[in-house]
């Protein structure tokens, strides 16, 4: 029956060689599997259990949720086929839900290394330092994202109140507050653009030519200055929001203050940065406790 399923696959489907080998490796594993457990059964008996069986061993021996899921689809591509062709008389894995992929945690910058780039770097007085100084600080301090930033204008910003208009996903408008350092920050950096530059646009962050800064620019503003203190592999904008969040957490905000700050829908989404959390205590109990 597999090699009729894999002639198909090659011949009729016209599937690629590797896509074939794959394919016959999952069936192959899972022939081997159930045939170990009791040598009477068949692929016309085997039944939903036995797969989701094979599955649970194959979590327990490693396999990463994306390559179960692969031996999953393989198995009903299989039993599809054989079903159509009168080979079995039902499709056990019609039902079979896979493993759910696990989402990686989100990557965060250090307070230290946060503190290190605002606090003990020289940024001078030009333009476009003082520009990258005040985006680094306004993304940690409030978390909005990249695109919210670029489309600030100067009246969203509320200097006197400490108040910030973003505008998020379905163009949701929220209230952001904010401290004394980024409201002096925002009128320094305004002064030095007025200064030096010529508006084109009502914008609040622009390029050299005066007009505003496009998500591409944002991003690789930020690259840039984040690369000074840290080797992550990311250093984008959006690791400044989860960088604002965790902090947020890591200093006793509740859940939902931080969900409401970013913007989000649900809590659900919001409580990733939980786990962030947690990770960063287990860290920090290992490097301080002496049985650590």
């Known amino acids: 029956m597999i090699e009729l399923f894999l002639n198909y696959l090659r011949y009729e489907q016209n599937r690629g060689e590797l896509t074939v080998m794959r394919y016959e490796k999952s069936l192959r594993g899972f022939q081997a599997y159930f045939e170990n457990i009791d040598k009477s059964l068949s692929w016309k008996t085997v039944d939903g259990d036995l797969i989701r069986s094979w599955m649970e061993t194959l979590v327990d021996q490693g396999h990463k949720a994306t390559s179960v899921n692969a031996d999953l689809t393989a198995l009903r591509s299989f039993f599809r086929f054989a079903l159509s062709r009168n080979l079995v008389d039902r499709d056990p894995a019609r039902l079979i839900k896979g493993p ?18 605002l606090d003990d770097s020289d940024w001078g007085n030009d333009f476009i330092n003082v520009r990258a100084r005040t985006i680094i600080l306004l993304l940690y301090e409030t978390g909005i994202r990249r695109s919210e930033l670029v489309g600030i204008n100067d009246d ?14 379905r163009d949701k408008q929220r209230l952001i507050p904010f401290g004394t350092e980024l409201a002096e920050a925002i009128k320094h950096y305004m002064e030095v653009r007025n200064q030096q530059v010529n508006r084109q646009t009502e914008g609040l962050f622009l390029d050299r030519k005066g007009r505003r800064m496009t998500a591409g620019q944002l991003y690789y503003e930020v690259k840039n200055q ?29 859940l939902e203050s931080v969900r409401q700050l970013l913007g989000h829908e649900s809590l659900e989404t ?5 786990h962030t959390t947690f990770q960063q205590l287990k860290r920090v109990y290992k490097d301080t406790h002496p049985r650590g």
Do not use: W
């Open 156 to 169: 969203d910003v509320d200097l006197e109140t400490c108040l910030l208009k973003v505008t998020g996903k």
């Open 100 to 117: 759910k992929k696990q989402k990686p945690l989100p990557q965060f910058m250090k307070e230290s290394d946060m503190d290190k780039l």
């Open 226 to 254: 984040l690369s000074k203190v840290t080797t992550m592999k990311k250093r984008s904008p959006h690791v400044l929001r989860h960088t604002f969040a965790t902090a947020m957490l890591n200093n006793g905000a509740g």
């Open 270 to 274: 919001t409580e990733i940065y939980t």
